[in-house]
């Protein structure tokens, strides 16, 4: 199957995803912040260079797209139908470069918490973000992970 837009397009509308302070990175960063908590940004010392960062608490936040980093179960998750094995591929690599980052910064001492895309878009979940941060954060939990299929 081919594309439904030229190349041109098509490379014009990649490079429109931001990789930094998207919606759902800003959505988490405002309930941090109305749940009392104070944070520094894509510290590049930290393996997977995490969105956000509680040092103090020694802490990071991933905050994930559900379609580039492959989230099981999710709709937002479904792998497009033109050059599937290219994007299964990028996809994977995605998903397993996670892996290690995580696994990485438990490893060395630090919590990890993932919040998904798909949870930024439920309003209920959304309206309750604040207190399921603040939750979590104050919890024991060594990994963590918010989305609409694991609602609080």
């Known amino acids: 199957m081919t594309d439904v837009v030229d190349a041109k397009t098509r490379s014009r509308m990649m490079s429109g995803i931001r990789g930094r302070d998207t919606k759902p990175e800003m959505f988490v960063r405002q309930a941090l912040f109305k749940a009392g908590f104070r944070f520094r940004l894509h510290r590049r010392e930290l393996p997977g260079v995490p969105d956000i960062v509680l040092p103090g608490r020694r802490l990071a936040i991933f905050v994930h797209g559900c379609f580039w980093h492959m989230h099981a179960g999710c709709p ?5 139908s033109t050059r599937p094995e290219f994007w299964l591929a990028k996809l994977s ?17 630090w919590r990890v918490l993932t919040v998904w895309e798909c949870a930024t878009r439920d309003h209920g979940i959304l309206a309750a973000l604040p207190e399921t941060l603040r939750g979590w954060i104050e919890g024991p939990e060594p990994i963590g992970e918010i989305s609409r299929a694991c609602r609080p």
């Open 93 to 109: 690599r995605n998903a397993d470069r996670d892996r290690t980052a995580r696994d990485a910064l438990v490893a060395s001492g």
């Open 76 to 80: 937002h998750a479904k792998l497009p």
